[in-house]
């Protein structure tokens, strides 16, 4: 039986760290958990799936009827093995069975499998998973993203209780990324699955997730709803969990036109545009991201450009890369930063210094798939 609902208070202390967490989740969408390198993510997940066992607390399950199965009590003395939580364990690297080929894998695993859920047929997870062109290549013939679709299908068709994905897309490239999203994207809406995302990817987290746990140094710093839990905290706080090679942001939707398709939004006081894809409502707190290479500098304001958002700020630093035709300059707005890379050759040409008053070009078209 699906967890429907998970509750953790747990301690663990190692010679250089301390996981200290009480939280409960419940699984209408994806969980994440979400902090930087080293916060002690994925030790909570092991812990949560008996891999690595608790100092003191309790973990407990309980599903869609209320039913609790305690998974971990210290005070119970009981710690139930991996196998009997029904956990799926997703890693970045998942590997197949080299031996056997794809569809063999997917066999093994529903074969084994002894739990039930009609949802989860051998068929269901092909056909969702868009599968049926790489059953008969061999494991080599596969490429990465090629390979974590079929693991994902295996780990499904062990018919888990619960689904832990630990940074399931770190390592792929981009494009590989942008293969695999739309397939987490409709796991849980497919099979009804509860699911723990472990990120330090906002991105991922924005786009997958409904609720958000964010963790730091092995303590909780923040849970809610993840559209607004980032929001909560103070920007710069934030700013250490954003990839090098984008900015974040957070704003507040103002207005929706809905002919043009564009919602307007607050951010810092600067209105900025983003095409109406999301179903974003006023007044609503987002997270945005903003990669470098989508923002572009002018020294004075441009008149008729295509450009929606023009944003006033002030240059705080800037740098060329030695070995690229490329230069990364960072801005104020208000305060906060907002990285740009232009090639070698603007940044000499516009003459940019240090305290310059200059304008941020963002085109609305660059935040489809890269912001919420
Ligand atoms: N078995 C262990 N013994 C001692 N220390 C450990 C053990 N497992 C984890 N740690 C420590 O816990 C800390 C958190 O590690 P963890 O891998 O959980 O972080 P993370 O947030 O998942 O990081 P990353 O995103 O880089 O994978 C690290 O400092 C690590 O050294």
Same mark, same amino acid.
């Given at each position: 039986?699906?967890?429907?609902? *998970?509750?953790?208070?747990?301690?663990?202390?190692?010679?250089?760290?301390?996981?200290?967490?009480?939280?409960?989740?419940?699984?209408?969408?994806? $969980?994440?958990?979400?902090?930087?390198?080293?916060?002690?993510?994925?030790?909570?997940?092991? &812990?949560?799936?008996?891999?690595? %066992?608790?100092?003191? /607390?309790?973990?407990?399950?309980?599903? /869609?009827?209320?039913?609790?199965? $305690?998974?971990?009590?210290?005070?119970?003395?009981?710690?139930?093995?991996?196998?009997?939580?029904?956990?799926?364990?997703?890693?970045?690297?998942?590997?197949?069975?080299?031996?056997?080929?794809?569809?063999?894998?997917?066999?093994?695993?529903?074969?084994?499998?002894?739990?039930?859920?009609?949802? @989860?047929?051998?068929?269901?997870?092909?056909? =969702?998973?868009?599968?049926?062109? *790489?059953?008969?290549?061999?494991?080599?013939?596969?490429?990465?993203?090629?390979?974590?679709?079929?693991?994902?299908?295996? +780990?499904?068709?062990?018919?888990?209780?619960?689904?832990?994905?630990?940074?399931?897309? %770190?390592?792929?490239?981009?494009?590989?990324?942008?293969?695999?999203?739309?397939?987490?994207?409709? *796991?849980?809406?497919?099979?009804?699955?509860?699911?723990?995302?472990?990120?330090?990817?906002?991105?991922?987290? @924005?786009? *997958?997730?409904?609720? +958000?746990?964010?963790?730091?140094?092995?303590?909780?710093?923040?849970?809610?709803?993840?559209?607004?839990?980032?929001?909560?905290?103070?920007?710069?706080?934030?700013?250490?969990? +954003?990839?090098?090679?984008?900015?974040?942001?957070?704003?507040?939707?103002?207005?929706?036109?809905?002919?043009? &398709?564009?919602?307007?939004?607050?951010?810092?006081?600067?209105?900025?545009?983003?095409?109406?894809?999301?179903?974003?409502? $006023?007044?609503?707190?987002?997270?945005?991201?903003?990669?470098?290479?989508?923002?572009?500098?002018?020294?004075?304001?441009?008149?008729?450009?295509?450009?929606?958002?023009?944003?006033?700020?002030?240059?705080?630093?800037?740098?060329?890369?030695? %070995?690229?035709?490329?230069?990364?300059?960072?801005?104020? $707005?208000?305060?906060?930063?907002?990285?740009?890379?232009? %090639?070698?050759?603007?940044?000499?040409?516009?003459?940019?210094?240090? /305290? &310059? =008053?200059?304008?941020?070009?963002?085109?609305?078209?660059?935040?489809?798939?890269?912001?919420?």
């Amino acid at each position: 039986m699906s967890a429907n609902r *998970l509750y953790l208070d747990i301690e663990k202390k190692w010679e250089n760290f301390n996981i200290e967490i009480s939280q409960e989740f419940s699984f209408e969408a994806p $969980v994440a958990i979400f902090g930087a390198s080293g916060s002690g993510k994925s030790s909570l997940l092991r &812990m949560i799936s008996g891999l690595e %066992t608790p100092d003191n /607390g309790s973990i407990r399950s309980s599903d /869609g009827r209320g039913i609790e199965t $305690v998974w971990y009590d210290r005070k119970q003395k009981i710690d139930e093995a991996t196998h009997k939580r029904q956990i799926g364990y997703l890693f970045q690297d998942g590997r197949l069975f080299p031996h056997l080929s794809p569809i063999e894998n997917l066999k093994y695993a529903d074969k084994r499998s002894k739990h039930q859920n009609s949802q @989860l047929s051998l068929d269901s997870v092909i056909e =969702n998973l868009n599968l049926s062109s *790489l059953l008969d290549k061999t494991s080599r013939e596969l490429s990465g993203g090629e390979t974590q679709r079929i693991v994902l299908g295996r +780990t499904l068709l062990s018919r888990p209780s619960l689904l832990l994905l630990d940074e399931p897309l %770190t390592g792929l490239d981009r494009e590989r990324k942008t293969e695999i999203l739309p397939y987490l994207e409709s *796991l849980q809406s497919n099979f009804s699955i509860p699911i723990i995302l472990v990120s330090h990817d906002i991105e991922e987290v @924005l786009r *997958l997730t409904g609720s +958000t746990l964010i963790i730091s140094e092995g303590r909780k710093i923040a849970f809610g709803k993840t559209q607004e839990v980032f929001v909560e905290k103070p920007l710069e706080h934030l700013q250490i969990f +954003t990839q090098s090679d984008s900015s974040l942001f957070v704003g507040v939707v103002k207005n929706i036109d809905k002919e043009m &398709m564009l919602a307007e939004i607050d951010v810092l006081g600067q209105q900025l545009f983003l095409p109406q894809r999301f179903p974003l409502k $006023v007044d609503q707190k987002i997270a945005i991201k903003i990669r470098m290479q989508d923002v572009g500098i002018a020294t004075i304001y441009p008149q008729n450009t295509s450009f929606k958002n023009i944003i006033p700020c002030v240059v705080r630093s800037f740098e060329l890369e030695e %070995t690229s035709p490329f230069g990364e300059v960072v801005l104020d $707005v208000n305060g906060h930063s907002l990285k740009s890379r232009i %090639t070698r050759a603007s940044l000499i040409n516009l003459g940019l210094k240090a /305290g &310059m =008053n200059v304008f941020a070009l963002i085109k609305s078209a660059s935040f489809q798939d890269h912001s919420i």
